[in-house]
């Protein structure tokens, strides 16, 4: 390497531990949410206090990985040993962060290693620069954390905190279609069929790439019609909520309280039953975990009436699914009355009168994401659970994927989703190799969340298994 190229190379580097200091510095945020928000507290106030000695913590002790080493894990005021968790978390965020800052913005798109294109994992609108698509990419970091967070929550409680699938959801619909209505406004009325379009450095012409297209994959002659399922499918949710208010519909799982109640006191009186009965030197009864959230999760896939319960959901579920179809019929009748009629399109069908605002449709694409990514797995939730008698999946999980198709859209949602069954098998597999115990109710949410960040860093192999397997002359070119 010449010094040249080693001066070229700072402004990358600086750019890369600036991202690598800012993921750090998330992590400690997530280890913050990972602790309180199980206990139902505040994450803002109080300030961060020494669970041991209360001692409120300075700065000195906040410094995200560098603080728990220079303490060498201990405690600076009562000498208690603190968590390698805090360090490790910080640590796997702001990696994570470096490394998708690394290969979307700065390796060469033909960089090879071991013969895949390492540059290819780059969805193709991180060409245009940091500067001019950090939206995107900010939205990407939020689901990173989320993700982190959910992860480690699921994994203690088996239960998966909203806040952190809708903050995510909310991130991309604000930060895609913000985005989106700046370049329209900043760049002219620009159709949502070219949607990639920026204007080249030398100011003379146009470059053109996917940008958006991930939004809504479909052909320009059905445009219309996918917004408005989108758009008629997300009004079909307050709709959804309208009814459950009124009464017309229950919130299913309603009387598992009361069941779970009676279900440990029935317990209870087994076991009080075995000790007074059992001989002197017989084993004693299993020790009670219903503290243990893995056990209480053991409890909950007991509930008897799972089957009933997935008939009020599929309630639930029916304005949103009429809203999609509807919502699609809609759009067309009305684009057609304000704009005139379809035309004959060159490549057959009917091409509409007027194209949408690029705006529109990242608005509907991101819905769309959101309907698809978390209404595949509310499919997979209702049918195992009518197929088998037992809850198939939690509702966190549901929401866990519909936030990641908000933020990165529904092909990588469902391809997410898919290929979380694929971790779960390798876990079942390794887990006992390295001495772990498997437990009987593993939640599945962390299993969609490693997933998901997979898919993301195995695009170029996803790109190739898919194009086998459709038969494709070369590797997919997936959005």
């Not at 996918?226 to 307050?238: E, S």
């Not at 089957?307 to 179809?325: D, H, K, N, Q, Y």
């Not at 009629?341 to 449709?361: E, H, I, K, N, S």
């Not at 001495?435 to 109710?441: E, K, Q, S, V």
Request: aromatic share 10%.
């Amino acid at each position: 390497m010449t010094r040249a190229d080693f001066v070229l190379m700072l402004p990358a580097v600086a750019q890369t531990l600036f991202v690598f200091a800012l993921g750090a510095s998330m992590g400690s945020l997530v280890n913050v949410l990972v602790y309180r928000i199980p206990r139902g507290m505040s994450v803002v106030t109080p300030p961060s206090r020494c669970p041991a000695c209360n001692t409120r913590l300075t700065w000195r002790e906040n410094i995200p990985i560098l603080g728990w080493l220079i303490l060498r894990g201990r405690c600076r005021f009562c000498r208690t040993k603190i968590s390698p968790e805090y360090p490790i978390v910080e640590a796997v965020v702001a990696t994570l962060f470096a490394l998708f800052f690394l290969l979307w913005y700065v390796a060469d798109p033909h960089t090879e290693i071991l013969g895949l294109r390492v540059g290819a994992v780059a969805p193709g609108w991180t060409a245009n620069g940091i500067a001019r698509t950090w939206p995107a990419f900010v939205a990407l970091l939020v689901l990173i954390v989320c993700l982190v967070a959910m992860t480690i929550i699921d994994a203690r409680t088996c239960t998966i905190p909203l806040v952190l699938a809708w903050t995510p959801a909310a991130a991309g619909l604000l930060l895609h279609t913000a985005h989106a209505a700046w370049f329209q406004y900043a760049h002219g009325s620009l159709s949502a069929i070219h949607p990639g379009l920026w204007l080249a450095d030398d100011g003379t012409r146009w470059v053109s790439d996917k940008g958006w297209l991930w939004t809504i994959p479909i052909p320009p002659q059905q445009q219309w019609g996918w917004i408005g399922a989108a758009l008629g499918g997300v009004l079909g949710i307050p709709v959804s909520l309208a009814l459950q208010k009124l009464g017309l519909i229950r919130r299913s799982f309603a009387d598992y309280d009361e069941w779970e109640k009676k279900a440990l006191q029935e317990e209870a009186e087994h076991a009080d039953a075995h000790t007074e009965a059992g001989p002197a030197d017989a084993d004693p009864p299993p020790p009670d975990d219903t503290d243990d959230p893995h056990g209480a999760a053991q409890l909950w896939i007991q509930y008897p009436h799972a089957r009933r319960e997935m008939l009020i959901e599929s309630a639930f579920v029916a304005p949103i699914v009429l809203g999609m179809i509807g919502g699609g019929r809609v759009a067309r009748v009305l684009v057609s009355h304000f704009a005139g009629p379809w035309q004959p399109a060159a490549g057959g069908g009917f091409a509409p009168p007027v194209d949408a605002p690029l705006w529109l449709t990242v608005l509907a694409g991101v819905c769309l994401g959101y309907l698809i990514g978390g209404g595949v797995v509310w499919a997979v939730r209702i049918l195992g659970s009518l197929a088998f008698g037992k809850e198939a999946m939690g509702m966190g999980d549901v929401h866990l994927m519909a936030a990641v198709g908000a933020s990165l859209g529904w092909i990588d949602a469902v391809l997410g989703f898919f290929g979380a069954a694929f971790v779960a098998l390798a876990w079942a597999v390794v887990s006992p190799l390295l001495g772990g115990r498997i437990r009987r109710a593993m939640p599945f949410g962390p299993f969609l969340a490693i997933a998901t960040v997979l898919v993301l860093l195995c695009r170029p192999l996803l790109e190739i298994a898919l194009g086998r397997m459709f038969g494709s002359a070369g590797p997919l070119d997936l959005p």
